[in-house]
């Protein structure tokens, strides 16, 4: 390996603020804002095979989001929060599409306790998925909040985290 970066595929869809996430050497981005700033949420799904240098489309998120986390854990990808096509209402919808199923569909799971955007991430946790900090309330005014939600994927239930 170089101390040098390489140019490879564009994405077939400018995108920001993607729920991103690595799987079985996959990058997938979920979501986001298509375009230059401001884009529209958007509820395309891209997946980006880093062996052929190549992105292959995935199943369309259920409902346009912009901002929301992503993260996979034992088979599934999780998206969750994010904000709606009016880029100010925030998402408390968490979707999981299982990877053995592709090209399948997002699924319906526990919302978030609210709805958050812009989080700080997204990890797995003891069997759980969560989503620090973030932001949420009109035009996104509670920002930095200092919280951690947790999604039981066992008993699909929102939890706060102590």
């Known amino acids: 390996m170089s101390d040098s970066w390489t140019r ?3 994405t077939p869809s400018p995108v920001t603020h993607a729920g991103v996430a690595v799987v079985d050497g ?3 981005v979920v979501g986001g804002f298509a375009g230059d700033h ?3 949420a958007t509820a395309e799904v891209w ?9 292959t489309p995935g199943p369309h998120l259920p409902e346009p989001r912009g901002s929301g986390a992503l993260v996979e854990l034992d088979g599934e990808l ?7 096509t009016d880029r100010d209402t925030d998402a408390a919808s968490h979707w999981a599409l299982r990877l053995d199923e592709v090209p399948g569909a997002w ?3 526990a ?6 955007n812009h989080l700080s991430g997204a990890a797995v946790i003891s069997g759980g998925c969560d989503g620090p900090g973030g932001n ?3 035009a996104n005014s509670d920002s930095g909040a200092a919280c951690l939600r947790q999604c039981s994927l066992t008993t699909r239930r929102r939890t706060r985290a102590k």
């Open 38 to 40: 401001p884009g529209a």
């Open 26 to 28: 996959e990058v997938w």
């Open 8 to 10: 490879l595929a564009d």
């Open 136 to 138: 949420g309330g009109p």
């Open 78 to 84: 999780h998206f969750f929060g994010g904000v709606k």
């Open 107 to 109: 699924q319906p799971r």
């Open 111 to 116: 919302p978030m306790l609210n709805g958050r």
């Open 47 to 55: 997946r980006y095979n880093v062996a052929g240098n190549a992105w």
